[in-house]
């Protein structure tokens, strides 16, 4: 089941928190750089790290062929 | 020298469609709608993320940061993140879903799965109306590029001749002529983001006037609520786009699919640069007339004219790209969901008066003031997620009838129309999750009730040999 399991968890569910974590975690007044706040660039920093998170899954989750 | 940059990348542009033919002379209609899953990663790549960097992403979200500031840019950019994911995850199910069944538009899938031709014309027309919107959008951003690149010449003449180029990509290639340009498209738009970006950060540095005038606003704190339920709803809706699901069956192999699901947050990295370029402005003097113009404006303080003509031409087929997956979308839906029984031939020949009638119902839209649309637009992802838990069900569950699939989408349209019309304010909750929610309670309680015999889930399936 973990073997499964494990990518969905990777993959989606570490992304939708890391994201969650931008909103809520990154105070308000941390300052700017080039005029976007501290919260966006976090937000941002989510691309790459959902990217390298997939290429996780897809070179050890297997082709979760039927 | 703008003029003549714009017009000579519009050219290639429909050369590459003319060239995108080259080894598929005479294609049939699988051929024509979805390339018949010939697209390796790359193209499929370039494909899937068109839809990404739309004319909305590129003029609408600097616009937005411009007239109101960061507290969109949670939603924005959270759902298209997880919406690779969701991909990444769902959209090698439905390229076997649809390849069980041959299908090439979801009211196919739909139909042959639960064997209904009212669950097919129900999907089908729900997808056209969730559609029509799409092209009017397209052509609202297309009047706004050739605002600033012909100030003085008919609005309406200069959408026509985009509204022709986008059906002549159509009738040239069909999805592959929107694939070839979808790469150009692409190449231009992350060369025009770099190059306007770019140089706005290096003249911030030279000049940086934009600290005190932003150092002033705090940090708006978005509704989180709203922010949240809107992140999850339309990042799993984005599967159950009709035009993604002729992209998805474009591909060659689900390995192919993940391949690019990969690499696509990637390209996710430009928008702190469009959002540098909105902040630019607002620090130098940089007035549009309307906000959305920001990105083009900035670009028009900055470049010499012949490279604000390849940044236009770049938002331009930003619009046409869109414009053609959608056409490429309803033409199947009407031709092969609404009006069965047309011989392949057929469905490509009625398909071209379909999009021909769509071009030109989205353009008068346009030149009207496009009200309707923009308002029926807002309703796009409430609609479009309705068809997940039936396709999560004919995925997993044997026991599913199509009633049931029929009563949830009707319950769950229904409630999210009446809590749009009658403004409800649920908290700030997105008002699809509660339409969502209902249709699986719907669905569910229906195949409890009354649950199909003899019915197999797809992934059973395919798990039994052939």
Redesign the interface.
Known sequence: MLRHLWPVAAGLLLPAALILAAALLVPAHWPRFLGISAASWCLFACAPITSALLALCYRLGGDHEP | MMIAVFVAIMALSLALAVWSRAGHGRSDARSFFTASGQFGAVLFFFLSVGETYSIASMLGFPGGVYAAG?SF??WF??YI??A???L??LG?WIW?AGGLYGSATIPDFFRDHYRSRVLELLIAVTSIILLLPIGTMQFLGLRLVFSGLAPGSSPLLLTGAAGLLTFAYVVIAGLRASAFVAVLKDLLMMGSIVLVGGLA?AD?QAAPT?TA???SP??E??D?VF??ST?VLQAVGFTMIPQNWAFLFSARS??AI??A??????Y??M??LL??T???A??HGIAPEQPDYVFLATAQALLPAGAVGLVMAAVALSGLVILSSVCLAIGPLVTRNLVPGLSGEGQQRWSRWVVALFLAVSLLSADGSGTLMARLNNLFYFGIVQTLPGFLAALLVARVPAAAVIGGIVAGDTLVLALWLGEAELGGLNLGIPGLALNIAVLAMVTALWPRTGGTSV?SR??TPA
């Not at chain 2, 699901?261 to 990637?266: K, N, T, Y």
Request: glycine fraction near 4%; proline fraction near 10%; include cysteine.
């Open positions: 960061e840019v949670l950019f959270g993140l997880l690779t994911a969701c990444f995850f090698p076997r950060i911030w934009i005038a932003v150092a705090a940090v704190r978005p989180m922010a949240l992140i689900p390995r993940r391949r699901q990969v690499a696509a947050p990637l996710m990295l928008f702190p959002m540098a909105a902040y630019y607002q620090g992934v395919l798990r």
